[in-house]
């Protein structure tokens, strides 16, 4: 009897899982969220990783102002998409934008294209960077 309680339990709970496990994935909302998050963390706590980052990172800016809008439309935005405080106080994590390729790719998830890319990491980086970690 009891182990029937858990067979019923079981299959409602697990399409629950596979459920959470795909909204957290396909959220833009979430992605956004933990990104943000993530940058923060990485402009102040592995200052080296986002230095090594910035001198990998080819292309430039073409003022798309997307990532200005993550999760909310950033204040200092102005109707040209262009920053209102650059070159003054603008904020690292936004002067080290994209950090990497994860930054690249929630621009693409909002259909953007950054104006920025990043050649694959070296194998040996690749293990550097875990062990930073
Ligand atoms: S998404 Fe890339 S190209 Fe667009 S404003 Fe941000 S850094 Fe510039
Ligand atoms: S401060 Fe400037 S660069 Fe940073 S999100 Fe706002 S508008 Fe964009």
């Given at each position: 009897m009891h182990n029937l309680d858990?067979?019923?339990?079981s299959e409602p709970v697990?399409?629950?899982l596979i459920h959470c496990n795909h909204f957290f994935k396909e959220?833009?909302?979430c992605t956004q969220l933990i990104g943000k998050f993530r940058r923060l963390y990485l402009v102040n706590?592995?200052?080296g990783y986002v230095r090594k980052q910035l001198k990998r990172r080819k292309g430039e800016c073409h003022q798309c102002g997307l990532c200005c809008t993550f999760l909310f439309t950033c204040p200092f935005?102005?109707?040209l998409r262009l920053c209102l405080i650059y070159g003054r106080c603008r904020p690292n994590v936004c002067k080290a934008f994209p950090i990497d390729q994860r930054d690249i790719n929630e621009i693409r998830l909002c259909?953007?294209?950054c104006g920025y890319?990043?050649?694959?990491?070296p194998l040996e980086d690749k293990k550097e960077i875990k062990k930073e970690a």
């Open positions: 858990i067979n019923l339990l697990s399409r629950w959220s833009r909302f706590f592995r200052k935005l102005n109707r259909g953007g294209e890319s990043f050649d694959e990491e």
